[in-house]
């Protein structure tokens, strides 16, 4: 299964999927090059250190989607590589229907929350003010409506008492980063 990598920024999901694949705990899967929308991203310093081509593609005039032009652009390089799965680790742009299209079913998303709760931005936050006890995250399919996809894959963390924003934070990403690779893995063997 040939893997792409969309991000927006550090790159510790994309880490965590590039180190799982080393250790050989990523399946039938292999990543085959790393995309982001943002030049400076620390997620294409991950192309070096793991030997996968990286690339910043830019994303147009949009803050959050792409413009009809960039859109194909975008499309048209990562046909190149002929994914089997793109993984959206981090990635903050809203796709549009005809990118999802190019791609039927193959374009997963991690989410940091337990879809349907908390939808959108700062699903951790939301979670966290909203004074939940329970939140997570979750891997699903990419459709045209925002983390309404079929859902793949979640896993539980709980929200102690005295919890802090960032100590919840690093308990979710410590999850994502078990979650997204143990998928990626499943769905290669499928």
Known sequence: ???????????????????????GQLGRAEVVAIFSDM??????????????????LDPG???TKFDEER?????????????????????????KRSFIQAFPNRIINLHPSLLPSFSGLDGIGQAWRHGSKI???TVHYVNERVDEGAIIAQRAVAIEDGETLESLGNKIHEAEHSLL????????TR
């Open 39 to 56: 030049p400076d991203a620390k997620i294409l310093s991950l192309g070096e250190e793991f030997r996968k081509p990286s690339l910043f």
């Open 71 to 95: 859109e194909k652009v975008w499309i048209s390089t990562i046909s190149e590589y002929d994914p089997d799965l793109i993984v959206l680790a981090g990635f903050m742009r809203v796709l």
């Open 61 to 63: 005039p949009f803050k």
């Open 1 to 23: 299964m040939r893997i792409i990598i969309l991000g927006s920024g550090r790159g510790g999901n994309a880490g965590a999927i590039l180190r799982a694949e080393t250790a």
């Open 135 to 137: 939140t997570g995250c």
């Open 181 to 188: 690779p143990e998928v990626i893995a499943e769905l290669s």
